[in-house]
């Protein structure tokens, strides 16, 4: 049966789907990480699992705080439940922010590449992460769009509330402070949202929240969200760490994006019959 959630469209990046749809598949996936900080604090930001018991988010969520938990679903502010983090993996280059917790949490979902996590009917027990390099991107996503949930703090909510909101890709941009590709979307940046995913129309993760944008105190920033090749480094330099956990990550890419680069050839056709005519 054809799924009405999913729009036929020959946009070489594949069919888009309904936002909604994808909100309510992945949303399971999407947690609270609570940390103490150095005052006492508590504070919140988000992260994702991607198999195995293990949650990709930013590193300046976590980095430099302690007890570190992770909480499902719609949860009160209680600093003395959730799930204990029971390692974080760091990029090797401090200034690329990201990193990968790990935790017993769903511990016995393990990632099996080339199989879905799930079958379509059903909601992943993850979410999968694709090969997706920065030189493949070349504004081929701009003015798509995509969905972003996580923590932000709510004014006078009674507790943590996962929050969704749809946004669009104006620009991706390379940095001149990080090594990696950075979207620039539409959505409002809040505290909170660090570490969320960026889920594309065309059902695949494009990247993690990780800052606010701004010069100047007095502008409105541009939330930015860094490319998911960052996540790869950490894959490479922790595979005993990530062993029974996600060690088929760079083996066996998932199947969708396994033909991925042929597709986007179709963006440089128009462009080659233009130059020919």
Not at 107 to 118: C, F, I, L, N, W
Not at 160 to 166: E, G, H, L, M, T
Request: proline residues 5%; aromatic residues 8%; hydrophobic residues 35%.
């Amino acid at each position: 049966m054809p799924d009405d959630n999913v729009t036929k469209d020959p946009h070489p990046w594949g069919d888009r789907h309904d936002l909604h749809a994808l909100f309510q598949k992945y949303s399971s996936c999407i947690v609270r990480v609570q940390v103490k900080q150095e005052n006492g604090d508590h504070a919140n930001g988000t992260a994702f699992h991607i198999g195995g018991g293990a949650f990709a988010t930013a590193a300046h969520v976590v980095r430099g705080n302690s007890d570190l938990r992770l909480f499902t679903g719609d949860s009160t502010w209680q600093p003395d439940e959730g799930s204990a983090v029971t390692e974080v993996l760091y990029h090797s280059d401090e200034s690329v922010d990201v990193a990968i917790l790990l935790s017993e949490l769903w511990r016995e979902a393990t990632v099996d590449h080339g199989q879905p996590s799930k079958p379509h009917d059903e909601r992943p027990l993850y979410i999968d992460v694709p090969e997706m390099w920065g030189e493949w991107i070349e504004d081929s996503l701009v003015l798509t769009r995509g969905i972003i949930c996580g923590y932000p703090k709510v004014p006078r909510s009674d507790g943590a509330y996962k929050i969704a909101v749809s946004a669009e890709i104006n620009a991706d941009i390379q940095r001149y402070d990080i090594p990696n590709v950075h979207f620039i979307v539409s959505s409002t940046a809040r505290g909170g949202f660090s570490g969320a995913p960026f889920i594309s129309e065309f059902d695949m993760l494009l990247g993690i929240v990780t800052e606010a944008l701004s010069d100047d105190k007095l502008e409105s920033p541009y939330m930015a969200v860094i490319a998911i090749e960052a996540i790869y480094g950490i894959f490479d330099e922790n595979e005993e760490a990530l062993k029974g956990r996600m060690e088929h990550y760079l083996a066996a890419w998932s199947q969708p994006q396994n033909d991925l680069a042929s597709r986007l050839k179709l963006l440089e056709a128009p462009q080659q019959e233009g130059q020919s005519n």
